[in-house]
């Protein structure tokens, strides 16, 4: 969706993705693979988090990978805190060499009142809301799964044990 929605702005959208040869989101340019992650995160405006929280992604956006981002770049977590380095997020953002982070979630949830990042002005928190559902929306997906279940079936939508998630 969020490819979908920077094509549709105009923007030059690239994607990372576990396995680079599976099919691109629409209106990916290109997809980057795990082991091209520098190359993937160099000139980019905005990073757009969206992976889940796996042994892999824990701490995938360190120092080296926010010093490959441009001083105007904005970073957009809606995923998980703990993908991204903290401590190393906020040297970013108060040195300057970063321009901004739009924060839905974070390693301590809820974000203490202490937390530097309250009063930056390069940073927007929102209250860990970016996955909201409608009542409706979550109901077309658990009543078909539930169905399933109770006619002795595999439901749809599983987890993976093996990925994390």
Not at 148 to 157: D, H, T, V, Y
Request: hydrophobic letters at 45%.
């Amino acid at each position: 969706q969020v490819a979908s929605v920077g094509e549709t702005l105009g923007m030059e959208v690239r994607g990372l993705r576990r396995d680079p040869e599976a099919a691109a989101s629409p209106g990916t340019v290109r997809v980057f693979g795990p082991g091209e992650l520098t190359q993937f995160l160099a000139g980019l405006d905005i990073l757009v988090l969206t992976l889940p929280l796996t042994a892999d992604t824990q701490g995938l956006i360190g120092p080296r990978e926010l010093a490959s981002l441009g001083s105007s770049a904005v970073v957009i977590n809606v995923a998980r805190g703990a993908i991204v380095d903290q401590v190393a997020l906020l040297d970013a953002l108060s040195s300057g060499h970063l321009g901004g982070a739009v924060l839905d979630t974070f390693v301590a949830e809820p974000l203490p009142e202490e937390s530097p990042l309250w009063d930056m002005p390069n940073v927007t928190i929102t209250p860990h809301m970016a996955g909201e559902a409608a009542a409706s929306e979550v109901a077309d997906v658990c009543a078909p799964n539930i169905a399933s279940f109770l006619r002795g079936e595999i439901p749809g939508i599983l987890v993976n044990v093996s990925r994390g998630y």
